[in-house]
Each structure stands twice: as C-alpha cells, then as structure tokens.
C-alpha cells in the first residue's frame, strides 16, 4: 500500500471522527469540511496540501492515524485559534508587523525570481573542473605513503580525556597506550606506512584526515569510524602522487560551485540593475552625509 493510500484512508477515518465533535444548535460541518474554527473552515483538501508542505522528517510522523490527528489537532487547530485570536487583537494591522510581512513577501519572490533566473548557471562544468585540476595539481599531490599514529577510543568521557590531556601538552603515545582500545595501544597507537585506498571504504573519513596532513607531527581534528572516535598524528612521509582526477572530482565541484553561483548572481543583478536604471539623489545624500559628520568632528 503506498503513502497516498495510507493518507487517504487516515482522511476518511477522520471524516467519521469530525461530525461527533459539532456542539448542539452549530451548523452541520459540510462534506468536505474537515474543521470549522469561528467563521474559518479547513477542508480535506486544504488539510493534505498543509501535509504535504511538511518536512521529510515531519512526514514520517504522518504514515498513521494517531500521527495526523495529532498534527491536526496540535498543529493545524492551534495556528489557527492563536491567529483568529491575534486579528481579534488587531496585531495583524501593526505597523511593525506589516513591515516584517512586507520584508518576508519580498525575500520569498525574489528567492523565486532568482531560482528561476539563475536556473543552470551556478553548475560547474566538466571542463571547469579538469581545467582547474590542470592548474592546480600541487593541491592533489600528496604523499604516496604515510606513516601514522592514533589515538582510538570508542566512549565520548574517554575522547574527552585524550583530548584534555592532549591539549596540555602530554606525549602522544603515552595518551594512545593509555586509552587507546584492544592492540591499538601497543606501541603508543603506531600504525606504520599506509597508502591511498588500503584501508575498507567504511575508513573513508579516517583515510581522508590523515592524508590531509602535511607536516611531521601535525595532529588531525577527532573523526569517526566502526571503531569509534579516532585523532591521527602524521610521523613521516615517503614519496608522492597525484591524486586521479575521478578521485578529487566532487571536491573541485563543491570548492568552485559557491564561486560560480556568486558570479552568476552579481550578473543578474547588474542586468537587472541596467535595466532598471535606479535614480540616486546625489545631492540629498551629501546633504545626509554632511549631517552625520558634524556630530563627529564636535567630538573631537
């Protein structure tokens, strides 16, 4: 049975729910009336379209009936009676108010205008990406093989304790033979030489912090893996090698795409702008300017 069904059915079962919850002498709820507060009635209809503008999240809690009714009952009715109650109060005609709708009308269409304007245009090509990887291949050289030390424990009270100690200036290996768990601690957490892509898939954050190090000695930030929580201290190095582009594509893509958007943005808003041709009273503002300097040199 799939979510659309489900919903249905929790919307029918909620029909024959309603009717029993009219006071003697009100007017009889309508067909497709699923709520009626004061003069404001919520159909079906209006009900499925507040559920389906719900988070991912939020809609994991509707997949049954004692979810929606607890939406409807503790959501929907609410927001309702607490609006009906602030009209009735007049803070919908408040001038401050008005201005913070305003400013939130304005944001919403031009978040809307902009989606729309600048559909494609924030997307970093392949050729970027292969002519920046080109360009900048020192960035994706890195080690062939490194040699590293851990500190591996698996509860957050003994990582806060490493952590401590480590930041006062305790030796690193005495830390790992400490509190390091199983064989790890032998030999103050040594792990020896290793390479890109040795270790399993599920060591891909680990694998990435250590080969993010650059200098003998360097301690990385606390990454997580089956084992638990781990902080990776570089010893030494040994040759070097440039990473595949197929490796570090999706690292380029994330690193230029803010940039792209950025530029394709400030291009929309200067044609947007020449279109526009915005007038500016000079002469007002150097009056205003003049004004606000007085004050400053009287200070002095």
């Keep these: 049975m799939n979510k659309r069904m489900i919903f249905w059915g929790i919307f ?48 994991m809690r509707l997949v049954n009936e004692k979810g929606t009714r607890d939406f409807l009952e503790n959501y929907v009715i609410p927001r309702e009676v607490l609006y009906q109650e602030a009209k009735q109060k007049g803070f919908d005609k408040k001038k ?33 990406i292969q002519r920046y990887y080109k360009e900048n ?15 591996v424990v698996n509860t957050e009270p003994a990582l806060k304790e490493a952590v401590t100690r480590l930041s006062k200036g305790e030796s690193f290996e005495k830390i790992a033979s400490t509190y390091n768990i199983g064989k790890f601690k032998e030999d103050g957490g040594s792990l020896g030489y290793i390479r890109r892509g040795q270790l399993a898939p599920s060591f891909a954050q680990f694998e990435e912090a250590a080969f993010s190090l650059r200098r003998r ?23 070097s090698t440039l990473r595949p582009l197929n490796q570090v594509k999706e690292r380029i893509r994330y690193f230029l795409q803010p940039k792209k958007r950025q530029e394709a943005y400030l291009e929309y808003v200067k044609e947007a702008k020449a279109r526009a041709k915005p007038l500016i009273n000079e002469k007002l503002w150097a009056e205003q300017e003049k004004k606000e300097a007085k004050p400053k040199e009287g200070k002095k």
């Design 12 to 59: 029918l079962s909620l029909a024959f729910l309603f009717p029993g919850c009219q006071k003697s002498g009100e007017k009889e709820l309508g067909k497709r009336e699923l709520v009626r507060i004061n003069d404001v009635s919520i159909s079906f209809e209006e009900f499925q379209q507040m559920l389906e503008k719900q988070p991912l999240e939020g809609k």
């Design 96 to 128: 401050e108010i008005l201005a913070k709708i305003e400013d939130a009308k304005r944001a919403i269409v031009i978040d809307a205008l902009l989606e729309e304007g600048l559909s494609g245009k924030g997307e970093v090509s392949e050729e970027e």
């Design 217 to 239: 000695g360097e301690v990385s930030e606390v990454v997580s893996s089956p084992y638990g929580y781990h902080i990776i201290r570089l010893e030494d190095m040994r040759g």
């Design 137 to 151: 291949q020192t960035l994706f050289t890195e080690p062939q093989e490194i040699k590293i030390r851990q500190i």
